[in-house]
């Protein structure tokens, strides 16, 4: 099985025990980089996959909670050289496919072969790089798909539907669905007409669709639930985390249990 | 930098950058510029582009766009021979007077052709960011000009240091936003501007500033602002009796720069953009992009960025505002790893001595920004006696009082001369 296999399988895997899919998103680091892996390994048993944020010094399709959590992890000298050095000490202790969500700049600057051989042996099988559009991304869909890595398509509301059919047809691991026009940490609730753009997607991809963006609370997992094959739940469990909580007991009231 | 491309390849992309077929169909100048946005904006700029094809160099647009430039902005702007300052300097110095245009910047070239653009694109409100207020107070005149509401995104750190802006753009009928977060400067504006744009990007049209970020940004402020070149050029062969042997323009984003060189990139004319040298060379001492960067993507384009080992984008110095920018338009990437354009820096007290000088010597108060290109052109005379040198004398510096009054003005007596 190729690493963005993994991902899809895990997924599919939570919808064949009847419910949907978890995906918890962290900033990698944040709030205490000492922290760092404890946390992913309580995230991580929890979730079906995790989504890791690399910290970026411009996180322009980010929310405040994102931002804030990306600056004072940069502050603390959190860099993905320093991540991944942290990912292999922990190497076989977390079982969950990894993704990384980071801005195309630092992934430049790491160079894209050496960071597709440092992922494969890190555990991470996909990425999400919400500035690197399809039409820009060749050099580095290359460089992961030589080592079985996935590079994972965002889709959004405003998305035309041939456009939709090319993201759903080249994403790897999963469709990622945005379900507002805006950025990351909206609590403005989903909007009404979310069911038929998530079918909509949900008919055209062949992979499972995940909804991000301003999901919360166990209501809104269990709605986006109905519509596609998993949850990203990104600022609302930063928040928790940086207010000193246990996760766990967050990510679990998420799937009712 | 000219290492990042090989001389066969650079002078075939100059030839292309002179013939005017750059940027190519990708946006691209050479390796330079492309678009990296966030996917909820990709249709967005699928329909900017659509809409710069459709009107920029349609007959109606541009007859709309050079009358408001005539009778609005006050075009042609002077070229001004500056005869004490030539003499000083020992060379023969022009100024092309930007800093005649309406709002008091060439910002009000570009901000009114995009105010236009969005009108005819039918948005419903305009967002703008601006550093040194300028392009915020030219976005606000122009959206009142043409009736669209406008928000301009503005740093904490830029609102204290250009207060009297922020007031004109309020007085202006634009609604200014403080932008808190990031460095609370030209770099944040922008992030939260396109945050903003994410939120609504078929009602809002983003009238960004300077020559920067994705296609077709940097094509249409340069095709917008090169009216300051093909002007300048047709003044020195009237006035001055011929072409400038060099021509200076001070380079933050880049986009008077552009304005000015983009005309004489085929005329046998020394090019030389001025950066913002600050307190000195350390990376977060000054804003000194192609002279210390090195390749990356920022704010959706790739190209010559200040950045740390690790890909982050680091935070700039500079006393002005405007250039106080850790990116540059990818034109000008393209332009320095050609050879045809040089960049150098001037620093903080270099600006404000040049600044000085042009006060006393010629009675016009410049920018800050505009100052560190009088900086460089002062060295320049030194080593070229006799130079006919053009100066982009890109805008007025009102704005700069608040900076200024930190260095006390020299009391003079004159009742006993």
């Known amino acids: 099985m190729q690493a963005h296999e993994r991902i899809s399988a895990a997924i599919v895997a939570a919808n064949d025990s009847g419910r949907p899919g978890l995906v918890p998103f962290i900033t990698a680091g944040y709030p205490k980089p000492a922290d760092f892996i404890t946390t992913l390994k309580a995230i991580a048993a929890m979730g079906d996959v995790v989504e890791l944020g690399i910290p970026f010094s411009d996180p322009m399709a980010d929310g405040m909670t994102i931002q804030r959590s990306s600056f004072e992890a940069l502050r603390q000298g959190v860099s993905l050289k320093w991540i991944f050095d942290q990912l292999d000490s922990a190497s076989g202790e977390i079982k969950a496919p990894l993704v990384m969500m980071s801005y195309l700049n630092p992934l430049l600057a790491f160079g894209y072969d050496e960071l597709a051989d440092r992922a494969l042996a890190a555990g991470v099988c996909g990425f999400i790089v919400p500035d690197l559009p399809f039409e820009e991304s060749g050099d580095f869909r290359a460089a992961l798909e030589s080592k079985g890595l996935g590079l994972i398509q965002l889709v959004t509301p405003a998305t035309p539907e041939e456009r939709l059919r090319t993201l759903c047809d080249a994403s790897r691991g999963f469709v990622y669905a945005v379900t507002i026009t805006g950025i990351t940490g909206g609590d403005a609730g989903l909007p009404a007409d979310l069911t038929d753009y998530l079918d909509k997607v949900a008919s055209i991809s062949s992979l499972p669709v995940c909804a991000g963006f301003g999901i919360r609370t166990a209501d809104d997992v269990a709605a986006v639930g109905k519509h596609a094959a998993g949850a990203i739940v990104g600022s609302a469990l930063v928040e928790v985390l940086e207010g000193g909580d246990d996760p766990q007991p967050y990510l679990r009231s998420l799937i009712g249990q | ?417």
């Open chain 2, 1 to 417: 930098m000219s290492s990042l491309l090989q001389a066969d390849e650079a002078s075939a992309l100059l030839a292309a950058a002179i013939r005017g077929e750059l940027p190519d169909e990708r946006g691209r100048f050479g390796p330079f510029g492309g678009r990296y946005v966030p996917e909820t904006l990709v249709p967005a700029f699928e329909r900017l582009e659509a809409g710069v094809r459709e009107h920029l160099h349609d007959p109606r647009f541009q007859a709309e766009f050079r009358k408001e430039l005539h009778e609005w902005v006050g075009r042609p702007t002077a070229l001004t021979f500056a005869p004490r300052l030539s003499k000083r300097w020992g060379a023969e110095v022009w100024l092309k007077r930007e800093d005649l245009a309406h709002t008091g910047a060439h910002k009000i070239n570009n901000a009114i052709g995009q105010a236009i653009l969005a009108k005819r694109l039918g948005a419903k409100r305009i967002i703008a960011e601006t550093g040194a207020g300028q392009h915020g107070v030219a976005s606000a005149a122009a959206c009142a000009r043409v009736g669209l509401p406008c928000s301009v995104y503005m740093g904490s750190v830029d609102m204290e240091r250009q207060a009297p802006n922020v007031d004109r753009m309020l007085r202006l009928g634009a609604e200014v936003v403080a932008v808190e977060s990031g460095d609370k400067t030209l770099r944040a504006a922008i992030d939260e501007a396109l945050r903003t744009w994410v939120t609504d990007p078929e009602g809002i049209y983003y009238l960004l500033g300077s020559a920067v970020g994705a296609h077709p940004y940097p094509y249409l402020v340069r095709e917008l602002q090169s009216v300051i070149g093909e002007e300048a050029r047709q003044q020195m062969i009237d006035l001055a009796g011929g072409l400038p042997d060099v021509a200076f323009a001070c380079v933050g984003g880049g986009s008077n720069a552009i304005g000015l060189f983009y005309p004489l990139l085929g005329d046998d004319i020394e090019l030389i953009g001025v950066e913002a040298g600050g307190t000195g060379d350390g990376l977060g001492q000054n804003a000194a992009t192609l002279a210390t960067g090195t390749p990356g993507v920022l704010q959706g384009s790739y190209t010559i960025i200040l950045q740390d080992d690790d890909g982050q984008v680091q935070e700039t110095h500079s006393i002005s505002a405007g250039l106080d920018y850790s990116g540059v338009g990818p034109e000008h990437a393209l332009l320095q790893a050609t050879g045809r354009v040089t960049y150098i820096s001037a620093q903080d007290d270099e600006a404000l001595e040049a600044l000085e000088e042009l006060c006393a010597s010629e009675g016009i108060l410049t920018a800050l920004e505009t100052s560190h290109a009088f900086a460089a052109a002062r060295d320049y005379a030194r080593q070229h006696p006799g130079a006919r040198i053009l100066i982009g004398n890109s805008g007025r510096g009102d704005k700069d009082m608040p900076t200024l009054t930190k260095y006390p003005a020299r009391i003079r007596n004159h009742a006993s001369a």
